[in-house]
């Protein structure tokens, strides 16, 4: 694995095949403006979240991502990325 953003794209393709994850449109990592990184988790353009994961490996993204699918705030429209829809 050569990157975070590629371990991201291998994650979500996992996932998205299951049942608890099945209606997920895809994750993205993103360094943002201020250096800091985040794996987007995206339903649809209105729901989505985000996980802090400055400094993680690609076993702490695992690791973040399974501790937060739960535990987490739905991103307000300012905070969101575009996905298209």
């Not at 371990?7 to 360094?31: H, S």
Request: proline share 2%.
């Amino acid at each position: 694995m050569n990157s975070k953003k590629e371990f991201v794209k291998q994650l979500y393709a996992l996932v998205a095949q299951t049942p608890e994850w099945g209606d997920m449109k895809g994750m993205e990592y993103i360094v943002d403006e201020n250096g800091c990184e985040w794996l987007y988790v995206i339903y649809n353009q209105w729901t989505q979240y985000r996980i802090n994961i400055n400094g993680d490996s690609t076993s702490g993204i695992l690791e973040d991502f399974v501790k937060h699918h739960t535990e987490h705030d739905w991103l307000p429209e300012e905070l969101r990325i575009d996905v298209g829809e």
